[in-house]
């Protein structure tokens, strides 16, 4: 019966570092999630920087038709065309980054789904795991209390046997 109760104790012990395992995943996952949130606050700030770039856009188309007008108006056709050159290309620039960023964005995007979907099923298995290790903590108890209190019997019964073997 001692090495039962001794048995039980061990179950409990290796089912309660099972727990605490699964309560650091948990931690790390929790930390994993704030990574995430960095990244949700990038990808806004990601928009602000796509706001700015309409605004640049607006202005950039501005100073186009200026220089239509400055074109029309004056002698300077080769700084226009330099001017015109150097505009188109920082277009360009612009929109190749503004491409870049949202396909860093498409991909933060998925890989922020993906974790979520990793956390909602861990949390998932913690929970199934937490409620199966409260029913066999139950379980072990009754098992331990029952195994006690057929010990004490036992231990009751000796001693009446003894008792009786001395009248005898």
Excluded: G, P
């Excluded at 602000?48 to 501005?62: F, R």
């Excluded at 002698?75 to 612009?94: A, G, T």
């Excluded at 396909?103 to 789904?113: A, K, V």
Aim: with cysteine.
């Amino acid at each position: 019966m001692v090495a039962d109760v001794s048995e039980m104790r061990n179950e409990l012990q290796s089912r309660d570092s099972l727990w605490r395992k699964i309560q650091l995943e948990c931690q790390q996952l929790y930390t994993e999630l704030l990574k995430i949130k960095e990244y949700k606050d990038m990808q806004e700030m990601q928009k602000k920087h796509q706001s700015s770039h309409v605004q640049l856009t607006e202005q950039l188309e501005n100073k186009n038709t200026e220089l239509l007008l400055f074109a029309e108006s004056q002698e300077h056709q080769e700084e226009l065309n330099k001017i015109r050159n150097h505009v188109y290309q920082e277009e360009q620039s612009h929109c190749s980054e503004q491409e870049r960023m949202k396909t860093e964005i498409s991909d933060l995007t998925e890989e922020l789904h993906q974790k979520e979907i990793t956390i909602a099923t861990v949390m998932e298995k913690a929970s199934l795991l937490e409620r199966q290790l409260k029913m066999e903590l139950e379980t072990k108890h009754k098992l331990l209390t029952k195994q006690q209190l057929l010990e004490f019997h036992y231990q009751v019964i000796k001693s009446e046997n003894t008792h009786l073997k001395e009248m005898v």
